[in-house]
């Protein structure tokens, strides 16, 4: 299939266009947001092809994967065809309801002939989807093989934009943990944090290549996601599957990503330091758990389940 999608979520998308299928990535001239073409930071095969905005009206599409509302606008005018009318279309649906979280209606929820595919059961439940078609496709990432050393007595976190997601994203979780243990951080947008923690500012990571970023974290002995509200970030599953042990808040999907065999997935944020300490103090621990975290990661969360879910959700809203 000749499946047209847009470089929205880098990591997600690394993922998908492993698959079988032709991926058409549009392209405009600044890369802006609506045209980012193929990534630059991770490693995608050539099956993904850019193609500039305004050639697309001359290339065959057999499905569109739509990822932002405004995805519904842009394919319909840059290649005339109507999601869900003229071309079978399904919109992947990334993130938790923002308002209030249990009555938030889905913008598709009015429409049967889009499938909305939620990336875990807990946004499936809590967006009210109406009358459209839905299912729940978990993600599934490139096994990064196991790089777990946990030499560095340090525990780290990868959060994206930190400051202006800030208690969305769990940064004040994270730094009162980093008053009392420490702390290092990963992420686009990072450097924000000196100003409200200087003590930090060493150990700030801005946006490293996925390449550079593995190896880093899988020094470090054990990995946080401080997270109040979020999907399920792929920084977690990948985390997981280098061999690292885990600390996660207890809300939205963790509690089911996480087994307890894995780390420690509390609402507490105190109970999560307090095992951190632990860890830092019995480095056999965090590598039992780490290895146990792996195995779950690889057994729920491999490329292969993902990628033929993805190929039976496509060929079904084709047919």
């Known amino acids: 299939m000749r499946v047209l999608v847009w470089h929205v979520h880098g990591s997600w998308m690394t993922s998908f266009v ?17 045209g980012l073409g193929r990534a630059r930071t991770w490693d995608w095969p050539v099956a993904a092809r850019e193609v500039p905005w305004e050639n697309l009206r001359d290339e065959p599409v057999d499905v569109v994967v739509l990822q932002r509302p405004r995805d519904l606008d842009l394919v319909e005018r840059w290649t005339g065809l109507r999601p869900g009318v003229d071309v079978p279309a399904v919109y992947v649906e990334h993130n938790a309801p923002s308002g209030p979280a ?18 875990s059961d807990f946004n499936a439940l809590m967006w009210d989807c109406g009358r459209a078609p839905t299912t729940v496709i978990d993600h599934g990432i490139p096994d990064p093989g196991y790089a777990y050393t946990g030499d560095r007595a340090r525990i780290a976190a990868v959060v994206n934009e930190p400051v202006r997601r800030w208690r969305v994203a769990g ?16 992420g686009m947008g990072v450097g924000g944090l000196a100003a409200h923690a200087p003590d930090l500012a060493p150990h700030l990571h801005e946006d490293l290549p996925q390449h550079r970023l593995h190896p880093q974290l899988a020094g470090a002995r054990a990995y946080l996601h401080p997270y109040r509200w979020t999907s399920l ?43 951190a300490r632990r860890w830092l103090h019995d480095p056999e ?20 389940r993902f990628l033929s879910d993805w190929q039976s959700l496509l060929k079904e809203v084709t047919r």
């Open 18 to 34: 492993q698959g079988a299928d032709e991926y058409l990535v549009p392209m405009d001239g600044p890369r802006s947001p609506d």
């Open 102 to 119: 249990a009555t938030t209606r889905h913008l598709l929820a009015d429409r049967s002939d889009l499938v909305v595919a939620h990336v």
């Open 171 to 186: 940064t004040d979780v994270l730094l009162a943990a980093a008053e009392r243990v420490p702390v290092e951080v990963y």
């Open 233 to 275: 970030g792929l920084s977690l599953i990948e985390a997981m599957t280098l061999g690292m042990p885990v600390l996660a808040v207890a809300s939205t999907a963790a509690p089911q990503a996480v087994p307890p065999a894995a780390g420690v997935v509390s609402p507490r944020p105190d109970v999560l330091v307090e095992a």
């Open 285 to 304: 621990e965090a590598r039992d758990r780490g290895q146990a975290a792996r195995e779950h990661a690889l057994r729920h969360y491999g490329l292969s």
